[in-house]
């Protein structure tokens, strides 16, 4: 499949206003067109197409662009000041997709980073002295997973971690941010993750969790931040990766939610929008697009044929999008070609790029022997049908399709804190794979 490589004119796959232009018609049309002239010159309208096997991910050019954000920043990044983690995660983790061996020097100072923002009661800040905060704690946990040394794996108080998580657990199931603060499904997912990583999931924990997800479930099929609202991209992706670790995708429905996802795919850009109506952006190939393996593994259990995720999405089309609409010549990824590149839109673009590549599968069959969160392991990539456009050099790391780190990182993280029970899993994947 793909959208440049189709006979007819892409421009007949553009938004039809019904001529009633509005204000966000009006940007959506010039999106496109924007979107048009980067591909033009691979599509067949070209007096002389440029071959698609050509397309080259510019991998040493991203990795200077991330590693210029190391030691100094725009003044424009101030905004992030309670984001710190963050911004160590989308850097450390774009450099892991990208196949740089991350220096020691490096590891250390961001160990050190992340040891400044622990809160003495429990979780991560976005910056010293600040309050825990659910997202944060999430992004330290993991650039601690990326680094996956034990050094960094004993930066977390496991202890104080739980009493932060269940301070912020709410009657309903819900978690809020951080104390007293707001509640969305986001914190759901921050909460799981952290949990499951560090093997500290309880009941209490737990309790209520998948429920509450499940009320954020819309008429349309997506999932909002809370019950009533509009169905979005990234509040979809958190409800339903938080619902894969807790074991409960069971409460969705879920003939509407693969429509709804299904929809959100850019019939002319082939990248996806996060809401119904809205432009297209690099950032939801991972936020959209990872909703898609965990699909997959719900139609299994469905009794499903996971074959239909072929059809389900456009792996090609998405691909082509990020890789010629959303890279920069001089390095890093962006939103749309009228954007400038930025920390997250490269982590995200890349993330989603990994899991276009990679057909990551679940391991129903082995699930007898990897019970509650172990069951994260149970994730492998079938590689027959691997996928990448353009360049065979494109391929990046595979991630993990409900995690967001490595593949490799999520099997080292496990083994330190799960021990022999997580030894065992891997091992029994790992003889699997040998012998098939």
């Known amino acids: ?33 924007s979107i048009r002239r980067a591909f033009f010159s691979y599509t067949p309208e070209s007096p002389m197409p440029t071959p698609l096997a050509s397309i080259e991910l510019r991998k040493m050019r991203h990795v200077k662009y ?16 309670a984001s710190k983690p963050w911004l160590c995660y989308w850097i450390l983790h774009s450099l892991d997709l990208l196949g740089y061996k991350i220096p020691e020097k490096l590891a250390q100072r961001a160990i050190s980073t992340i040891s400044h923002m622990q809160c003495e009661t429990g979780g991560f800040a976005g910056g010293p002295g600040q309050e825990a905060h659910l997202a944060p704690t999430y992004a330290a946990v993991n650039v601690l997973a990326i680094i996956g040394t034990k050094e960094a794996y004993d930066v977390i108080n496991r ?9 912020v657990k709410q009657k309903d199931g819900s978690f809020t941010m951080t104390v007293e603060g707001e509640t969305d499904v986001r914190g759901s997912y921050c909460a799981m993750s952290a949990a499951t990583i560090t093997n500290i999931m309880t009941p209490e924990l737990t309790s209520g969790a998948a429920e509450f997800v499940g009320r954020c479930q819309t008429y349309e099929g997506g999932l909002g931040g809370y019950p009533g609202v509009e169905a979005h991209g990234g509040y979809a992706f958190c409800g339903l990766a938080a619902l894969e670790l807790l074991g409960r995708t069971d409460v969705l429905n879920a003939d509407t939610f693969v429509k709804w996802s299904a929809s959100r795919q850019m019939s002319l850009e082939g990248g996806f929008q996060g809401r119904t109506n809205k432009l297209v952006d690099g950032c939801y190939s991972f ?3 990872g909703v898609f393996p965990i699909i997959g593994k719900m139609l299994e259990s ?11 999405y456009d792996r090609d089309a998405l691909q082509e999008y990020m890789l010629v609409a959303c890279q920069s010549k001089t390095g890093g990824l962006r939103d749309k070609p009228s954007k400038s590149v930025d920390y997250y839109h490269t982590c995200y673009c890349l993330s989603g790029l990994s899991l276009s590549q990679h057909q990551m599968t679940f391991r129903h069959d082995l699930k007898d ?26 391929l990046v790391a595979a991630t993990h399709p409900v995690l967001n780190i490595r593949m490799e990182k999520v099997k080292q993280a496990f083994t330190h804190f799960y021990g022999q029970s997580a030894k065992d899993v891997i091992e029994e994947m790992e003889i699997e794979i040998i012998h098939a």
């Open 1 to 33: 499949m793909g959208v440049l490589n189709r006979p007819e004119d892409i421009k007949s796959y553009g938004y039809n206003d019904d001529n009633f232009p509005t204000e966000s018609s009006q940007l959506q049309l010039e999106t496109e067109e």
């Open 66 to 81: 991330v590693l210029g954000g190391i030691d100094s920043l725009a003044s424009y990044w101030t905004s992030l000041d």
């Open 159 to 167: 202890t104080t971690l739980l009493e932060f998580l269940l301070r």
């Open 287 to 289: 936020w959209m697009g």
């Open 302 to 312: 469905l009794d499903a044929d996971n074959s239909v995720l072929d059809f389900v």
């Open 369 to 394: 022997i990897a019970p509650g969160a172990l069951s994260a392991l149970l994730w492998a990539e079938d590689v027959e049908k691997r996928h990448v456009v353009g360049s065979p050099s494109n």
